[in-house]
T-cell receptor, first 114, second 115 residues
Framework: AQSVTQLGSHVSVSEGALVLLRCNYS??????LFWYVQYPNQGLQLLLK??????LVKGINGFEAEFKKSETSFHLTKPSAHMSDAAEYFC????????????FGTGTRLKVLA | GAVVSQHPSWVICKSGTSVKIECRSL??????MFWYRQFPKQSLMLMAT?????????EQGVEKDKFLINHASLTLSTLTVTSAHPEDSSFYIC???????????FGPGTRLTVT
């Protein structure tokens, strides 16, 4: 069965610093992977997705993620953090066992320090 | 494109009453809709999956008689919390898929508070 692990439930970075949010997955088949952002009391907004095309995926708001099969990772990065990036971030993989559904990681709360 | 709306955005109800939450796909036909529940500072928990005209498939541990899901059309799904109690207070989020796309499009969520 697939699973998603997000290391670090809380990450703090200074404004202008590199953002790195970690996501590791387990899957027996090539996965479809997603990163979503959630602002307080809002739904999820798609940042980017990996669907077995290019391994380096660029998303919105300057975020990107690199799919590394050998490391079973799909870490999210942004070169320079902005105050508006403070939010909850979720990594998700599509389950291929049984019915279609997302499997979400536990989330990482990003705090940006002025 | 691919916009999903939810109504209401927040609702307060008294214990023992029922409340209905609507989820609509505004600019596409949703082949499948999903209902999630999210507790504070936690991840999303899938409650059920529904296809238009079919009975919803509930995840293990979700009371189907308490959380009634109706998917009456390709653009509308409703979640009714019956005989709500304070422990049902939560943030409920719906999502939908369109056609053969693997991506889910999420609604803005509904905050339910049961007093």
């Amino acid at each position: 069965a697939q699973s998603v692990t997000q290391l670090g439930s809380h990450v703090s970075v200074s404004e202008g610093a590199l953002v790195l949010l970690r996501c590791n997955y387990s899957s027996s088949v090539p996965p479809y992977l997603f990163w979503y952002v959630q602002y307080p009391n809002q739904g999820l907004q798609l940042l980017l997705k990996y669907t077995s095309a290019a391994t380096l995926v660029k998303g919105i708001n300057g975020f990107e993620a690199e799919f590394k099969k050998s490391e079973t990772s799909f870490h999210l990065t942004k070169p320079s953090a902005h105050m508006s990036d403070a939010a909850e971030y979720f990594c998700a993989v599509i389950s291929t066992s049984g019915t279609y559904k997302y499997i979400f990681g536990t989330g990482t709360r990003l705090k940006v320090l002025a | 494109g691919a916009v999903v709306s939810q109504h209401p955005s927040w609702v307060i109800c008294k214990s023992g009453t029922s409340v209905k939450i609507e989820c609509r796909s505004l600019d596409f036909q949703a082949t499948t809709m999903f209902w999630y529940r999210q507790f504070p500072k936690q991840s999303l928990m899938l409650m059920a999956t529904s296809n238009e005209g079919s009975k919803a498939t509930y995840e293990q541990g979700v009371e189907k008689d308490k959380f009634l899901i109706n998917h009456a059309s390709l653009t509308l799904s409703t979640l009714t919390v019956t005989s709500a109690h304070p422990e049902d207070s939560s943030f409920y989020i719906c999502s939908a898929t369109a056609g053969v796309s693997y991506e889910q499009y999420f609604g803005p969520g509904t905050r339910l508070t049961v007093t």
